[in-house]
């Protein structure tokens, strides 16, 4: 058997077969097994799970399973596949930062798109890891439905 070598690129791309793009599926379905797995079961990082930021669950995953190759991209794919909607606007939090949110359901995320950024940044639980106590610690706050006005008028 005889190939043409002359232009290969041991340093380039892999290209693009059957084979690669099958192993790539298989792991991404891992980890949107596993993201779905912690959602259904309440664990770390999504013990709060009205809103979440796939940036922020990135970061606290990494921090504490190393073994799992994850991306934000990834987490934001099985959010969405899970029924998660990205709030219609970046709300600015207490630190300067504009994440992008997502709400369970499309109502909840039309909803929480209206709050004022101070509210919804109240209610948001950024998971963290506490290397120094090894345990889980999220920014305090309350349901977002308790402030939900009962004749449906927002206050902007």
């Known amino acids: 058997m005889q190939r043409d070598l002359s232009h290969f690129n041991p340093k380039g791309r892999a290209p693009q077969t059957h084979h690669k793009q099958y192993i790539l599926s298989q792991s991404k379905e891992e980890i949107e097994d596993w993201i779905i797995t912690r959602l259904e079961s309440d664990e770390h990082p999504f013990r709060h799970p009205d809103l979440l930021c796939p940036m922020h669950l990135e970061e606290t995953i990494k921090k504490t399973d190393r073994s799992l190759n994850i991306n934000a991209k990834d987490i934001r794919s099985s959010l969405i596949k899970f029924g998660y909607v990205e709030l219609s606007k970046q709300v600015r939090m207490k630190d300067g930062s504009r994440p992008k949110l997502y709400a369970k359901g499309k109502e909840k995320a039309d ?45 902007y």
């Open 111 to 155: 909803y929480v798109s209206t709050l004022q950024d101070s509210k919804i940044a109240k209610h948001y639980m950024k998971p963290k890891f506490d290397f120094v106590n090894s345990s889980y610690e999220y920014v305090k706050g309350s349901a977002i439905e308790e402030d939900k006005p009962k004749n449906n008028d927002f206050n």
